[in-house]
């Protein structure tokens, strides 16, 4: 399953059940915290063949893309002087794609205009 495209809905998965894993301390007393973010994913999504080392490499990639997209966002904020918080997400996804290649997709679609 590791040439499988992933999800929105398992990017958000996993980075929600990261987030859960590592603010539990009783969690990564129990065989580690990629292990019991695994088993929080397999009970989450159902079945799936995705394993520990496969979902740390995945959320290394979202995290790398979250911190790109913050520093062009950033960029936006600090020379758009009085460009509103829309605007100025528009253009830092715009600038993103350009930058990158690609549209910057981790972001819930209630943030999008």
Request: charged fraction near 25%; charge should be negative.
């Amino acid at each position: 399953m590791a040439n499988n495209l992933w999800t929105a809905e398992e990017d958000l998965a996993l980075c929600e059940l990261y987030v859960e894993a590592i603010c539990t301390l009783q969690r990564r007393r129990q065989g580690g915290l990629w292990r019991r973010v695994m088993q929080d994913f397999t009970a989450h999504m159902g079945a799936h063949n995705r394993t520990v080392d496969v979902l740390s490499s995945r959320f290394r990639v979202i995290s790398l893309d979250c911190l790109r997209f913050e520093h062009i966002h950033n960029g936006v904020e600090y020379l758009g002087g009085d460009i509103d918080e829309d605007d100025t997400l528009q253009i830092a996804l715009i600038n993103y794609q350009h930058q990158v290649g690609r549209d910057f997709k981790h972001m819930s679609r209630s943030g999008r205009s």
